[in-house]
T-cell receptor
């Protein structure tokens, strides 16, 4: 039982390159989330999926897109990476909605040059 | 100069002592609160939670106290161990105002042996 898994663990991109961050969960939870964590700041929500088939913008969605591929998988795509997107990205899930405990993956560390 | 927000408050405690980590939350309508532990290079790990209809909740070596009058949350760790060294942050569920989880930046706990 791995919980929430993320790939890759670390990535270096050049400005303008694209990439997809993958997230999968084996907890059978309905809701999934993508956050970014920057030094000295709280986690900020990029996008979320309340249930399979739905996605919504969070606090900082610009420059990102998401796909809820099925109940298990929720991917985050950067179409044209910018240095401001250098961050640590965390995927999380919850049984159902924001009023429930969120469980986090190990993170993807992204450096955009 | 150094940027505001990059430096988290730090609590240094002696091994075996009790630790108290504080969090001031922002929304008087928040109804659910979570404490997370984040070790260096890892994802946030759930520690304990509390609903707004409670004042206190105890786990294994940890206790969360909620004071709704002053919008204050605290995490008490008994008999602090070196393995407790990490960043601890709280999250509050904003009910009604966009329905989201809002995370604090955190406090660094350093345990001295």
């Amino acid at each position: 039982n791995a919980g929430v898994t993320q790939t890759p663990k670390f990535q270096v991109l050049k400005t303008g390159q694209s990439m997809t961050l993958q997230c999968a969960q084996d907890m059978n939870h309905n809701s999934m989330y993508w956050y970014r964590q920057d030094p000295g700041m709280g986690l900020r929500l990029i996008y979320y999926s309340a249930s399979e088939g739905t996605t919504d913008k969070g606090e900082v969605p610009n420059g990102y897109n998401v796909s809820r591929l099925n109940k298990r998988e929720f991917s985050l795509r950067l179409e044209s990476a910018a240095p401001s997107q250098t961050s640590v990205y965390f995927c999380a899930n919850a049984r159902a909605g924001f009023g429930e405990t969120q469980y986090f993956g190990p993170g993807t560390r992204l450096l955009v040059l | 100069g150094e940027s505001v927000g990059l430096h988290l408050p730090t609590l240094s405690v002696q091994e075996g002592d009790n630790s108290i980590i504080n969090c001031a939350y922002s929304n008087s309508a928040s109804d659910y609160f979570i404490w997370y532990k984040q070790e260096s290079g890892k994802g946030p790990q759930f520690i304990i939670d509390i609903r707004s209809n409670m004042d206190k909740r105890q786990g294994q070596r940890v206790t969360v106290l909620l004071n709704k009058t002053v919008k204050h949350l605290s995490l008490q760790i008994a008999a602090t161990q070196p393995g407790d060294s990490a960043v601890y942050f709280c999250a509050e569920h904003w009910r009604g105002y966009g329905n989201k989880l809002v995370f604090g930046a955190g406090t660094i706990l350093r345990v001295k042996s």
